[in-house]
């Protein structure tokens, strides 16, 4: 696949997923509701590696690195994620992730020495400034207390701890660790780390059999987090994790799109302008730098 298709793929189907996600939360909690998710998508990856018959033994220091990009990525993250989406209006935790590309760009320079390109940052610093503009009205109806401070906390918790996350993915990467047995092992180890949260916490393994519990956990394990993973990771092993991370600029504008079929979301003039400043960023992160001259 293409970059471009790469991009589209990540944005398209994490774009869905924060419907989904709503089907999820109620009855069942945040943390067990996570666990059960990367429960089924391991299980389908290590099946789907035997079936293929790609290897799946590594030495301790590879397994080292895909405990921790699992731990990173697909558990502490993801219910920090959870809890956010419970006290806080979407915007605020869209705008978090839509910083993305400028953390994983500051990363990239601390824990790697990758020169900070500008024309990245500047993407950057527009996809955030049109997030912003995006949900301004939703920051009108923030109530001061300490559910919006907590909840701010884990969103800014969950976008940090993510963005770590994409560093170890690229250190993996560096060290030649094959992208599909990664993930299977990953979201093993990232399975045992949320059976250890939801034992720490005390939270009941409850389990909701209706239809639409199942199907989005269906639709979470198999499109959000293996294909949207799988498209991710093979994306930022091309274009590097601060322009990877651009993703989280553009998935929150598909998900008021799909909100405006299903949801009745009706865009205004600002919403239109932050879009505009959004993909104006998008241009920027995603075009080929100009050729030097020989």
Same mark, same amino acid.
């Given at each position: 696949?293409?970059?471009?298709?790469?991009?589209?793929?990540?944005?398209?189907?994490?774009?869905?997923?924060?419907?989904?996600?709503?089907?999820?939360?109620?009855?069942?909690?945040?943390?067990?509701?996570?666990?059960?998710?990367?429960?089924?998508?391991?299980?389908?990856?290590?099946?789907?590696?035997?079936?293929?018959?790609?290897?799946?033994?590594?030495?301790?220091?590879?397994?080292?690195?895909?405990?921790?990009?699992?731990?990173?990525?697909?558990?502490?993250?993801?219910?920090?994620?959870?809890?956010?989406?419970?006290?806080?209006?979407?915007?605020?935790?869209?705008?978090?992730?839509?910083?993305?590309?400028?953390?994983?760009?500051?990363?990239?320079?601390?824990?790697?020495?990758?020169?900070?390109?500008?024309?990245?940052?500047?993407?950057?610093?527009?996809?955030?400034?049109?997030?912003?503009?995006?949900?301004?009205?939703?920051?009108?109806?923030?109530? @001061?207390? /300490? %559910?919006?401070?907590?909840? #701010?906390?884990?969103?800014? !918790?969950?976008? &940090?701890? +993510?963005? *770590?996350?994409?560093?170890?993915?690229?250190?993996?990467?560096?060290?030649?660790?094959?992208?599909?047995?990664?993930?299977?092992?990953?979201?093993?180890?990232?399975?045992?780390?949320?059976?250890?949260?939801?034992?720490?916490?005390?939270?009941?393994?409850?389990?909701?059999?209706?239809?639409?519990?199942?199907?989005?956990?269906?639709?979470?394990?198999?499109?959000?987090?293996?294909?949207?993973?799988?498209?991710?990771?093979?994306?930022?092993?091309?274009?590097?994790? @601060?322009? /990877? %991370?651009?993703?989280?600029? #553009?998935?929150?504008?598909? !998900?008021?799109? &799909?909100? +405006?079929? *299903?949801?009745?979301?009706?865009?205004?003039?600002?919403?239109?302008?932050?879009?505009?400043?959004?993909?104006?960023?998008?241009?920027?992160?995603?075009?080929?730098?100009?050729?030097?001259?020989?």
């Amino acid at each position: 696949m293409s970059v471009l298709q790469l991009f589209a793929a990540c944005v398209a189907i994490w774009g869905s997923t924060w419907i989904a996600i709503t089907f999820q939360l109620g009855s069942v909690a945040p943390e067990v509701s996570v666990l059960y998710r990367f429960v089924l998508a391991a299980a389908l990856l290590f099946a789907w590696c035997r079936a293929k018959g790609l290897p799946l033994a590594f030495t301790a220091s590879q397994h080292a690195g895909m405990a921790l990009q699992g731990v990173l990525m697909f558990s502490v993250s993801y219910v920090f994620t959870y809890y956010a989406e419970q006290t806080l209006v979407s915007g605020v935790v869209a705008v978090g992730y839509s910083a993305s590309p400028l953390i994983n760009l500051l990363l990239m320079r601390v824990l790697f020495g990758k020169p900070m390109s500008r024309r990245v940052a500047l993407g950057g610093a527009l996809g955030l400034a049109g997030i912003v503009l995006v949900f301004w009205p939703e920051f009108a109806r923030l109530e @001061a207390g /300490a %559910g919006t401070r907590a909840g #701010i906390f884990y969103a800014t !918790a969950a976008v &940090v701890i +993510s963005s *770590f996350g994409s560093m170890a993915a690229h250190r993996n990467q560096r060290e030649a660790i094959p992208i599909w047995q990664t993930m299977a092992w990953g979201m093993l180890y990232g399975s045992v780390a949320n059976l250890a949260i939801v034992l720490a916490l005390g939270r009941p393994f409850a389990f909701e059999a209706s239809a639409s519990y199942v199907i989005s956990l269906v639709y979470l394990a198999v499109f959000g987090s293996i294909l949207a993973f799988g498209s991710y990771l093979h994306l930022l092993g091309r274009v590097g994790a @601060a322009r /990877a %991370g651009y993703t989280g600029v #553009i998935i929150p504008i598909v !998900a008021l799109g &799909v909100s +405006s079929l *299903f949801e009745g979301y009706r865009w205004s003039l600002l919403a239109l302008a932050g879009v505009a400043v959004s993909v104006a960023g998008n241009v920027l992160i995603l075009r080929r730098p100009p050729a030097k001259a020989a």
